[in-house]
């Protein structure tokens, strides 16, 4: 609906203009408490990116180009990266105390070995638990928990939100996701949440 008024309103809109109008009108939607829900089908993820690449045709230069060209050229992220980000950014508010303790889901620490600066894990590694249904691999408790484990040390180790974020950003420059919705995080090992 919001991205039916700006086309409708605007016959001619410059690429800040659109960019500026897509994050405050129509992405905020998109990404409302996106760490509570979860599309976890391909089908859904792909509904969203359809919203996403109309979007971006409503520029006439970028209209012809390929979606993944449209995204870099705006320097828009795809929907799915925007929400491996929130939830690490969630994720991070949690378990620096943040929030209250007592409105927070639990997440145990993982044990890590005085000598473990080579490894390829942080300080704050947490334990994944077995799940035995497939609606239970979904759960935000469980979904972050590899991804949030493969970041670095120097990443979680930020003191402020606003650093953690640009060090994330900074850290998954070069993933493939950033810009196609059809990749996946790499370096992260097996993840098999999305069905």
Known sequence: MMLGIIKRNLAYITRNCFVILYKSSVRSYL???NSV???????????LEQLEKRA??????????????????LNL??????HYRGDMIELFKMIKGMYDPTC???????ELPEDSSGTRCNKYKLTQHHCHY?????TYTNRVIIIWNSLSD?????ETVNIFKKRLDKFWSDQDVLYNYKA???????RSTIV
């Open 31 to 33: 990404e409302y408490a």
């Open 37 to 47: 829900w979860y599309p976890k089908r391909k089908t859904d993820i792909d509904k």
């Open 56 to 73: 971006t045709k409503l520029l006439l230069e970028l209209s012809s180009k390929p979606y993944s060209d449209r995204l870099k050229n």
């Open 77 to 82: 992220p795809t929907f799915k990266y925007r």
């Open 104 to 110: 927070v889901p639990h997440f145990d620490f993982t």
């Open 134 to 138: 497939d609606l239970r691999k979904c």
């Open 154 to 158: 120097y990443v979680v180790s930020a």
């Open 184 to 190: 996946d995080l790499h370096g992260i090992g097996n």
